[in-house]
């Protein structure tokens, strides 16, 4: 299995981004060398030099998808440690989140319950009117 990753990371991420930084490379050199007035030249350097800078700041992105293609395999190797880890932490927290959630509850409910246990009492207590007619 590691010799096909190897392949697919050569066949479909690195041979076409090297393949479209040679030809970005070549238009540039085809656009600076082509006959033209001064102006034109002018423009066509200041497009490659444009198309360039940007090839530069695409250098970082593209560094780190590389890392992450080569980096991929040993993070995928670590992945079922990190799950059983990750489902007793969730386990956890769901325990906490519902304990505190039955704390509130109680606290919200008691103070209902006692004012109706109180009502109820007071009605028991008070004296009816239709007995004594």
Same mark, same amino acid.
């Given at each position: ?9 050569? !066949?479909?991420? *690195?041979? %076409?981004? *090297?393949?479209?930084?040679? +030809?970005?490379?070549?238009? &540039? ?5 082509? %006959?033209?007035? $001064? #102006?034109?030249? =002018? ?9 360039? #800078?940007?090839?530069? +700041? =695409?250098?970082?992105?593209?560094? =780190? *998808?590389? !890392? &992450?293609? !080569? ?6 190797? &670590?992945?079922?440690?990190? $799950?059983?880890? #990750? ?5 956890? !927290?769901?325990?906490? #989140? ?12 008691? %103070? ?5 246990? =109180?009502?109820?009492? +007071?009605?028991? +207590?008070? %004296? ?6």
């Amino acid at each position: 299995m590691p010799d096909a990753h190897r392949k697919q990371r050569w !066949w479909y991420i *690195l041979a %076409p981004m *090297l393949v479209g930084l040679a +030809l970005a490379l070549a238009l &540039a050199v085809l656009v600076v060398r082509a %006959p033209a007035s $001064t #102006v034109a030249q =002018g423009a066509a350097l200041l497009v490659a030099c444009g198309a360039g #800078v940007l090839l530069l +700041l =695409g250098l970082p992105v593209l560094a =780190g *998808l590389i !890392w &992450a293609v !080569w980096a991929w395999p040993r993070a995928y190797r &670590a992945v079922p440690r990190y $799950t059983a880890r #990750v489902a007793r932490a969730q386990a956890r !927290w769901a325990q906490r #989140v519902q304990a505190l959630s039955d704390r509130v509850a109680q606290w919200v409910i008691a %103070p209902r319950v006692r004012w109706a246990q =109180g009502r109820a009492l +007071l009605q028991r +207590l008070k %004296p009816r009117r239709a007995r004594r007619s």
